[in-house]
């Protein structure tokens, strides 16, 4: 099994500020098959990045995947208020698949 | 648009069995593949079990395995789980999940129901 290990644990950020988020890997997997999501309290996760760096559908272009083998990163280019949340990031390259822990990103 | 509505949660005793339901519209759900993905309280989401879109094939995460059953009904545009011999762990929210490409299982998601909560507890 992939184990997927985010950091921080916790972004303290103001809006306007860049947030970096990182997501590395036990062991390579396929293709950059991973993916990101966002979620806020007390609703369903949101997919924000597939395949490493590909926008899903409606996602502000603030927001930004890269990386590849081992280690994948998410950044946000100005954070608005509607992007402290929680950030998850997926592996989808080897079975089963797996969650990192999250990352939460909060208003500093 | 695509939704999801899951059913079926609620408080059950360890070891025995519950049943969720998940009714999808806004797309053709039989060309699909389907996923359950569950969330403890306050903890991260963990992947539980996957269908094809045609049912024919199925797995689940060791967790679940020999416990819980996916399965689908195209019919109905309806996903189930199955969970029987239900542990103090099992206690989650239970999101089902869409898989993104039609005919083909990627293995992320795209369109996420709101969730129904199940509470194993005595």
């Known amino acids: 099994e992939i184990v997927l290990t985010q950091s921080p644990g916790t972004l303290s950020l103001s809006p306007g500020e860049r947030a970096t988020l990182s997501c590395r890997a036990s062991?390579?997997?396929?293709?950059?098959?991973l993916a990101w999501y966002q979620q806020k309290p007390g609703q369903a996760p949101r997919l924000l990045i597939y395949?490493?760096?590909n926008r899903a559908t409606g996602i502000p272009d603030r927001f930004s995947g890269s990386g590849s083998g081992t280690d994948f990163t998410l950044t946000i280019s100005r954070l608005e208020p509607e992007d402290f949340a929680v950030y998850y990031c997926?592996?989808?390259?080897?079975?089963?698949?797996?969650f990192g822990g999250g990352t939460k990103v909060e208003i500093k | 648009q695509v939704q999801l509505v899951e059913s079926g949660g609620g408080v059950v005793q360890p070891g025995r069995s519950l049943r969720l339901s998940c009714a999808a519209s806004?797309?053709?759900?039989?060309?699909?593949?389907m996923h359950w993905v569950r969330q403890a309280p306050g903890k991260g989401l963990e992947w539980v079990a996957v269908?094809?879109?045609?049912?024919?094939?199925?797995y689940n995460a060791d967790s679940v395995k020999g416990r819980f059953t996916i399965s689908r009904d195209n019919s109905k545009n309806t996903l189930f789980l199955q969970m029987n011999s239900l542990r103090a762990e099992d206690t989650a929210i239970y999101y089902c999940?869409?898989?993104?490409?039609?005919?083909?299982?990627?293995?992320?998601?795209?369109?996420w129901g709101q969730g129904t909560l199940v509470t194993v507890s005595s």
């Open positions: 395949g490493a760096s």
């Open positions: 269908i094809s879109y045609d049912g024919s094939n199925k």
């Open positions: 806004g797309f053709t759900f039989s060309a699909y593949a």
């Open positions: 997926q592996q989808y390259g080897s079975s089963p698949l797996t």
């Open positions: 062991q390579s997997f396929s293709s950059s098959y």
């Open positions: 999940a869409r898989d993104p490409v039609a005919a083909v299982q990627r293995g992320y998601f795209d369109s």
